[in-house]
């Protein structure tokens, strides 16, 4: 298994809530990514890493926010979340670009 | 745009048996990585193979190979000698501009 987690594994919450999604690596890899993947289907990258400090989002429209202060850490935050944000969030890793990315166990967010 | 196309939303097989997982990809660029990636259930999603563009050899590891043809933009995984632990959701994806492009996904039942 890779060296990245993520927590919490499921999450319910009401409308309205500010939650942030912990995502973790000690595997030392500069890129980072978010993607969002409803159930049995295709992932949608929705912000990257390129490294500490670098941002950016990505296709899928998201409300969401990221933040990258250190380079083993890359979180996501929802202001205030709503129903429509009911999904899986996957976390993932590579060295470089064209690398393989390691994934996380993602996150399971139910909101009420 | 690039596009990542799975036509094949569930198949099953025994144990065992031979199967073969299509993928079509639409890319503009001119060196680009190809990738299959497996999620099984409740489980992290996990690399299977990774065939770089230019290379025409195609990729093997172990039981899974891959059937690329670069003309026909065409990117298939054949998993020989199936096991029940290959039971699973297979993801197409294409690299192109540092950012991965995902099909829509293979459910692959693997029958004892």
């Known amino acids: 298994e890779a060296d990245i987690y993520q927590t919490p594994r499921y999450l319910v919450i009401g409308t309205g809530k500010k939650i942030t999604l912990e995502c973790s690596q000690t595997m030392g890899h500069d890129k980072m990514y978010w993607y969002q993947q409803d159930p049995g289907m295709e992932l949608h990258l929705i912000h990257y890493?390129?490294?500490?400090?670098?941002?950016e989002k990505g296709d899928l429209s998201s409300e969401s926010t990221v933040s990258r202060i250190r380079t083993e850490h890359f979180p996501l935050t929802l202001e205030s979340a709503r129903p429509s944000h009911t999904s899986q969030y996957l976390c993932?890793?590579?060295?470089?670009?064209?690398?393989?990315?390691?994934f996380g166990p993602g996150t399971r967010l139910t909101v009420t | 745009a690039q596009t990542v196309t799975q036509s094949q939303p569930e198949m099953s097989v025994q144990e065992a048996e031979t199967v073969t997982l299509s993928c079509t990809y639409d890319t503009s660029e001119n060196n680009y990585y190809l990738f299959w990636y497996k999620q099984p259930p409740s489980r992290q999603m996990i690399l299977v193979i990774r065939q770089e563009a230019y290379k025409q050899q195609n990729a093997t590891e172990n039981r899974f190979s891959v059937n690329f043809q670069k003309a026909a933009k065409s990117f298939s995984l054949k998993i020989s000698d199936s096991q029940l632990g290959d039971t699973a959701m297979y993801f197409c994806a294409s690299l192109g501009n540092y950012q991965l492009i995902w099909g829509a996904g293979t459910k692959l039942i693997i029958k004892p």
């Open positions: 890493s390129y490294g500490v400090n670098s941002t």
């Open positions: 993932a890793s590579s060295q470089r670009g064209w690398d393989e990315q390691y």
